[in-house]
């Protein structure tokens, strides 16, 4: 049995997570779950499923609460009151499914308690990958992807050395605009931009997945999951969302993960690695599969993934530099505060003014933070500018 702790139970792989957990009672038990605000459906949860700990991100959250149930339960609040949770003894098994950068000092802090990171939030190796990596390989702890491009990419490297592997190409949908008319990307709206083809995802990884910026961050995950060298990752659009990485090794063999988009299976083989189980999933049917196509994305249309790839390239504090002024600027963008085409230009902007460092947690947190500040001065001066808002 193992003892799991869901940070970001309440979002979109939050509750995947548990439906999962649901499928399999004799397997798992969840002892904690942590959310950023929607307590009502944390309190629901924490009844369902007998956890004893509950975690708040809001700072002003109640110190106790209780349960539809009845049941009186401490709340941790903070990411110091989630740094707590992920220490405690009763915890095995970390499943980190927050939204965002956010989710950096928890996730290490699990690490270094030995505890095993199931890893949805790509941010926190994107932003934080150096230190990530170290402190996984120093403490010998598990760090398993829960994304379904890197599960597809792991299951099919398994058993491989790391000189083999030629090359790794990560699929994507190219999300609701791979045919819009360029000329048109300034006039998308917020409810546009969260109509994604495929997946039913949380509102920032939408967004992400109409600016391509979520493969680019995928990219630079995979660089740090994989010890992969930049120039051996590479992006395919495939709309079907059916393969979802392909893994070349030198001989020329191909090795692609396949199934129906549907993150619960990722999420389960990160959960039972290196197990598998029959949990009556939706299954593959190739024959209504009419057609896999593949092509190469147009970096025109999507910037943001040709930024994310130069933030590689660059390396250092620069990718958790993109990141946050990514976050940020989505977050602008949801609010109706800046057009679609804003985001790729406020991160290349905020890239532009960066002097990458070395990463370590010191400058990574003051990169973050310099960062997210820049966004919002360059928001400010667009709603000051002539023509405002625009
Ligand atoms: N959804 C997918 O299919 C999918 C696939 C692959 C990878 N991922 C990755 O998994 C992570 C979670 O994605 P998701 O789609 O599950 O997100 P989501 O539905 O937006 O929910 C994420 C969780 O994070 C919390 N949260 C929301 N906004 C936050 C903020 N500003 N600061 C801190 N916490 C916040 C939410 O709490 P409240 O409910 O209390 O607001 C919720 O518990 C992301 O890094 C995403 O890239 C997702």
Redesign the pocket.
């Given at each position: 049995m193992k003892r799991l702790l869901i940070l970001?139970?309440?979002?979109?792989?939050?509750q995947q997570t548990l439906d999962v957990v649901r499928r399999l009672p004799e397997r798992f038990q969840v002892v904690g779950l942590a959310?950023?605000?929607?307590l009502a459906?944390?309190l629901e949860q924490a009844d369902a499923f007998g956890a004893t700990m509950l975690g708040l991100?809001r700072e002003d959250a109640p110190e106790l609460v209780v349960t539809p149930q009845g049941k009186r339960l401490p709340v941790y609040r903070g990411v110091k009151g989630l740094c707590e949770m992920v220490c405690k003894p009763e915890v095995d098994l970390v499943v980190v499914?927050?939204?965002?950068m956010?989710a950096l000092l928890p996730t290490l802090t699990a690490l270094e308690h030995g505890k095993t990171v199931a890893l949805?939030?790509?941010?926190v190796l994107v932003g934080g990958g150096a230190i990530v990596m170290e402190t996984a390989r120093r403490t010998g702890t598990p760090l398993i992807p829960?994304?379904?491009e890197h599960s597809g990419a792991w299951q099919a490297m398994r058993g491989a050395e790391p000189h083999q592997i030629a090359r790794l190409i990560l699929t994507a949908s190219g999300g609701p605009f791979l045919k819009r008319p360029l000329e048109t990307f300034d006039q998308i709206t917020v409810q546009e931009a969260l109509q994604h083809p495929n997946?039913?995802?949380?509102?920032?990884?939408t967004v992400?997945s109409a600016t391509m910026m979520?493969k680019g961050?995928e990219v630079i995950e995979a660089q740090w999951l994989f010890d992969l060298p930049l120039e051996k990752i590479e992006v395919l659009i495939h709309p079907q969302s059916i393969v979802h990485a392909l893994v070349e090794f030198v001989d020329g063999s191909v090795i692609a993960q396949l199934s129906v988009p549907d993150?619960r299976l990722p999420i389960q083989y990160a959960l039972l690695y290196p197990e598998r189980v029959d949990t009556e999933l939706p299954r593959l049917d190739l024959r209504k599969v009419s057609q896999l196509t593949f092509e190469a994305p147009e970096m025109e249309r999507f910037p943001c993934l040709r930024l994310a790839y130069e933030a590689a390239r660059i390396g250092g504090t620069m990718p958790t530099v993109l990141n946050a002024a990514n976050e940020v600027a989505v977050?602008l963008f949801l609010k109706e505060q800046i057009p679609f085409t804003a985001i790729a230009s406020f991160v290349e902007q905020t890239m532009q003014a960066h002097t990458p460092q070395q990463p370590t947690l010191e400058t990574i947190l003051e990169a973050d933070q310099w960062a997210r500040a820049y966004v919002l001065t360059l928001a400010e001066r667009r709603v000051a500018a002539p023509g405002g808002l625009a």
């Open positions: 970001g139970s309440t979002g979109s792989i939050g959310a950023h605000n929607n459906l944390l991100l499914a927050l939204a965002g956010i949805s939030t790509k941010e829960i994304d379904s997946w039913n995802m949380g509102a920032k990884i992400d979520n961050l993150m977050h």
